[in-house]
């Protein structure tokens, strides 16, 4: 399959193919997929749906994630998600990139660049990953305001909203932000940085009904569960936000050490995709089928 032709491309809007995956039953898995090749080997092994973080994007272009990329930069990246893997994407939207005109206009590039899902975070500028300390939270109705924007804003794109609140107000913050929230149009609610089962098993009971998304990021506050555990407490959805990234940079890492060291990469041959992986993976020969059912090489006649 292909990108390039009609009868490859999936005949639902992306909003609608994953609000379908979260109402059929059992958990949505997301792993994260850093660009178009980690979404195709991510399909490639099963899943569904996919997941882009912010935290991805701006480490693969050597930044922190400090909210200080664009609404374009980011659409770069969900386009070369979606287009190569077709598969619903969720993707990290931050503080939506301002204030309510700014988050209505993420909505529109979003969808437009093929998103099936966002979710928006009731942090302040700079904010930071959810995990960390000192995170600054924004007054509960500015960003119930920016929900209400996205939702005004959406064609499809399903609406996550994030709070941060349980950190510095506790789980009756967070829960009573949530619940501000899906009165202002979300249709799920992330709630971010929980530290233990009973915090996870706590928020499904007071939010009786509501879609809720787990992360399940490495080297942060929150456990390992796996996605078995978290459908057991009762999330829809969860996520694994930097992990393909997180092991492509230590492979990368120690490619340029052995590089270095050894003046080849002859040791590392075994780790790596060969040349017929790759072509498979990207579809190559279906590319050129295509390419050669369309322009045939006509050979002129002698003058």
Partial sequence: MTYLTSQDLPRLPAGERFRSLVEGGGIVELPGAHNGMAALQAKAAGFEA????????????GLPDLGIITVD???????????????????????????ALNVMHMVRTFEDAGAGAVHIED????????????????????????????ANARRHLYLIARTDAAASEGLDGAV?????????????????????????????RRMPGVPLLAN???????????????????????IWPV????????????????????GSTRSLTGDMQTRAELYETIGLAEYERLDASIVATVVPEPA
């Fill in 243 to 262: 992990s393909s990234l997180r092991v492509a940079n230590k492979a990368q890492e120690r490619l340029y050490e052995t590089l270095k060291r050894e």
């Fill in 216 to 238: 399940m990021t490495e080297f942060g506050r929150t456990p390992f569960f796996t996605a078995r555990e978290f459908e057991a407490m009762g999330y829809r959805m969860v």
């Fill in 176 to 204: 009573a932000r949530a619940r501000l929230y899906m009165e202002a149009g979300a249709d799920a609610i992330f709630p971010e940085a929980l530290t233990t089962a009973e915090m996870f098993r706590e928020f499904v």
């Fill in 123 to 150: 942090q302040l500028l700079p904010k930071k990953c959810g995990h960390l300390n000192d995170k600054k939270l924004a007054n509960a109705r500015d960003m119930a305001a920016k929900v209400a924007a996205a």
């Fill in 50 to 61: 996919l997941y882009l973080s912010g935290a991805a994007m701006t480490a693969s272009m």
């Fill in 73 to 99: 930069e980011v659409a770069f990246f969900i386009r070369q998600i979606a287009r190569a893997s077709r598969l619903p994407l969720v993707v990290d939207g931050d503080t939506g990139y301002g204030e």
